[in-house]
């Protein structure tokens, strides 16, 4: 949030119990916004090079194939739970691109957040999710914009 107003970047923070609210989708609850409009930040790893910061709706699920082809590598995989908290430095549910800048991951925002004035993330603190516009969050981090949300499964 420091970093938010340094930059002179409009920004409204909603705290919420994160005992209560574990997931993504329960933290869209917690903080009274439709799920599809929560993003949530999940860690990725090429088969060479950096790990990736995959930013998507939090009733969502990442399309792997999708990310690589953005990222223009061959392959990637999810990082388990204790690769991307070593990785990071952070903590499940605390993982922010806004908390990474300056560390060399590369970010990826799914094309939906363009149909909000605002999206909520973490803050890169569990229990405080922060809500901007899109284009302040591709400007600071310096995200690519890629449809990277897998498709809903058919029924």
Request: proline residues 7%.
């Amino acid at each position: 949030m420091r970093l938010l107003e340094g930059k002179k970047i409009a920004y409204e923070a909603r705290a919420f119990d994160p005992d209560l609210f574990v997931s993504a989708e329960e933290v869209a609850l917690g903080i009274d916004l439709p799920a599809s409009q929560v993003f949530k930040t999940l860690v990725a790893a090429p088969e060479q090079g950096k790990p990736i910061l995959a930013v998507l709706p939090a009733d969502a699920a990442l399309d792997l194939k999708a990310l690589a082809r953005a990222a223009g590598v061959k392959k990637a995989r999810m990082a388990s739970l204790a690769e991307a908290e070593s990785w990071t430095g952070l903590q499940k549910g605390g993982i922010s691109a806004l908390a990474l800048l300056n560390r060399g991951f590369r970010v990826f925002l799914d094309a939906s957040a363009g149909q909000f004035p605002r999206i909520a993330m973490s803050a890169g603190e569990r229990g405080v999710q922060v809500l901007l516009a899109p284009p302040d969050f591709i400007k600071l981090t310096s995200a690519r914009v890629a449809a990277i949300a897998a498709p809903p499964p058919r029924d």
